[in-house]
C-alpha cells in the first residue's frame, strides 16, 4: 500500500482522514481493512472541532467521489480471502442444487471425505449449516461489501465434460450467491482440454471440477487439494502449515484413534480455511473425456489415466472389478523397512517395452528424476510422498519415503508410477500427445488424432497373463453427451464410458438391447479456488 505524504494544511490531512474511513473498498476487503484504521487511528485529527465544522471542506463532492485514491492504495492484491471463501461456502445449499438440477439423484456432499470412509466427518455442515445466507451477508458486510458495492468475480466451468448438467449446477450457484445481494457472479467456460490448462497453469479464479481418487485412503481426497506441495498441481495453490503439519502427522500414523482425532482436526479447520467447496456425490455413468496428457509423469485425469494403463503397467495392479492389489511390472509384494520408510521392489525379469526396449530398476530411477524434474501436473502427488529412488540392483529398486506410509503399495498402482519408455517420452520435457506408445501395457497407441479417434492395437511383448482379448480397439471422441448417447442408440459405437451423464443414461435405460451400469463409485464434484490468483485495486 501507498502512503500519501504529509500536507502542510490540517484542515486537508483530517479531509483525507475522514474520506479514507467512510469509502468501502473497489474490489477486495484486503485494503479496507488495512487502509481505514489507518485513517481512523489519528486521534489528534478527529478531535479538532474547527475543522470537522468546516462546512465547505466536508460537502466538497470531488473529493469524495475520488477513485484513484483508492485504486492506488489498493495495487495488486490477492482476490479470496479466507472470509469471502466463507460466504461463498454459506451462501450455498447443496440440497437445492440436489433437488433442481438432479431430481434427488446425488447427494449433498459437506466434506472432501465420502460418506462410509474411515473418519469421515461433516465439517461444512457443522460450521454452515445447511446454508446460511445472513451469514454470508455479514462476511461480506465485514469485508466492505454492500448492495451498492458488490463483490464481482467469475465462476469457471466445463460445459460437456460432466455431462449436461454443469450449466445448470452454475447457473443454480449463480443465483444462490447473488441472492446475498452483495454478490456479482459472470459465468464462463472452456472446453475440457483448454480448461485444463487454465486452472493449472494458475489462469481461472473460481471453477468446478470433479474428483475421483487415486487410491483408497482418506489421505487422497485431502491433500491434493490443501497441501502446499500438491494443490498447485490442481491449480488451487492453498498453502497453510498448520494443514500442513495434520495432514502429515495423519497420513503417517498407524494408529485408527489418532487418525480419527487427526482427521477431525483437519476437516474442522478444513471448513474454517475453505481451501475448496465440497458441493455433490454424483454416481457414475458412461463421460465425453478428452485427452489433456498422454505422458505418465504428467497426466492427472481419469480417461488419461486408462489410457495409460492400458499401454502402461504401474509397479501394482488392481484385480480387475476389485480393491485388491496384485503385482504389475513388479515381481511381487514390496518389502518394507523396519522404519516403514523404505520399499523395495523387485522388478520382473525380462520385461520389455513393445518396442522390445528391456526394463530394469534404472528405468523406475530415470522415471523418478523426469517426473522430479519436469515438475508435471502430477508431480505433487508423488512427490508428497516419496523423498528419492535409487536402484540397489539390475532389478532392485527402492523407494525413499519422507515418513512411514502404509498406503504407499496403493500409490504404486498409479499411473505416475508407470515408467516411460525413452524412446517415445524425452527425457527433457513432458510430451502431452506422443504420436506412439510402446509402453509394459497389454495394447500399445498406435496412431491418435485429437478430438477424434485413437486407435489401441495388442501389445505382442505383455508380459502377464492377462493379454489383451480384442485385438485392435478404435477409441471415438465426442464433444458432447447427447451426440455420444445417440451414438450408442443407433449402434455406431459398441461401448460408451465416462459420463454420457445421469440424463442420457436414464434415456439409455429404457432402449431396448443396451446395457447401461452404473458405478456407485464416490465421484465428487466440487468448487475450487485459486488461492493466488491476483487482481488490481480497481
Known sequence: MKHK???????????LSMIMAACAPAATPAPAETQA??????????????????????????????????E????????????????????????????????????????????????????????????????????????????????????WYPPEHYGTTTADVVQVLKEQMEETGMMQVELQSQNWAEYVDSFVAGELPFFI???????????????????????PDNGIFYCNEEMDSLLQQAAASADPAEREQLYQQIGDLYAEEVPTIPMFWEPEFITTDEVNSLDPQDAYS???????????????????????????????????????????FTIREGLEFADGTPVTAQTYVDSWDRLNTLEGQVSGLIQAYVESVEATGDLTVVYH???????????????????????DYPADEIDQFPEKIDGLGPYTMVSYVPGEQMELAANPNYALDDTAIIPNVIIRYYADPTTLSNAVESGEVDIAWRTVGPVEATRLMDVEGLTVTKIDAPALRYLAFNHEFMVDGQ
Not at 471440477?209 to 494443490?231: I, K, M, Q, R, Y
Not at 489410457?307 to 472389478?321: A, C, E
Not at 511390472?329 to 523397512?337: H, L, R, Y
Not at 512411514?404 to 525413452?422: K, R
Request: aromatic share 12%; glycine share 6%.
Open 5 to 15: 505524504s504529509l500536507y502542510a494544511l490540517l484542515a486537508v490531512l483530517v479531509l
Open 37 to 70: 484504521p489507518a485513517a481512523t487511528e489519528e486521534p489528534a485529527m478527529t478531535e479538532e472541532p474547527a475543522m470537522t465544522e468546516e462546512p465547505a471542506m466536508t460537502e466538497e463532492p470531488a473529493m469524495t467521489e475520488e477513485p484513484a485514491m483508492t
Open 72 to 155: 492506488e492504495a489498493m495495487g495488486p492484491h490477492v482476490l479470496w480471502t479466507k472470509e469471502l471463501r466463507q460466504a461463498v461456502a454459506a451462501s450455498i445449499d447443496r440440497e437445492v442444487i440436489v433437488d433442481r438440477v438432479f431430481e434427488g439423484r446425488n447427494t449433498p456432499a459437506y466434506h472432501m471425505v465420502p460418506p462410509g470412509y474411515p473418519y469421515a466427518t461433516e465439517p461444512f455442515l457443522d460450521k454452515y449449516g445447511v446454508r446460511d445466507l445472513e451469514l454470508a451477508r455479514q462476511l461480506l458486510t465485514d469485508a466492505g461489501y454492500s448492495e451498492e458495492n458488490p463483490f464481482t468475480f467469475t465462476l
Open 209 to 231: 471440477l470433479g474428483w475421483f481418487p487415486d487410491f483408497v485412503d482418506p489421505e487422497n481426497w485431502l491433500t491434493p487439494f490443501a497441501s502446499c506441495l500438491a494443490s
Open 302 to 344: 481419469t480417461h488419461d489415466w486408462e489410457i495409460l494403463k492400458n499401454t502402461g503397467l504401474p509397479l501394482m495392479n488392481y484385480t480387475p472389478g476389485t480393491a485388491d492389489l496384485v503385482p504389475g511390472a513388479a515381481a511381487d509384494f514390496p518389502t518394507v523397512s523396519e522404519d516403514g520408510k523404505s520399499y523395495t
Open 401 to 423: 519415503l519422507k515418513d512411514s506410509y502404509g498406503f504407499f503399495p496403493a500409490l504404486s498402482a498409479t499411473a505416475p508410477f508407470i515408467p516411460a519408455n525413452p524412446n
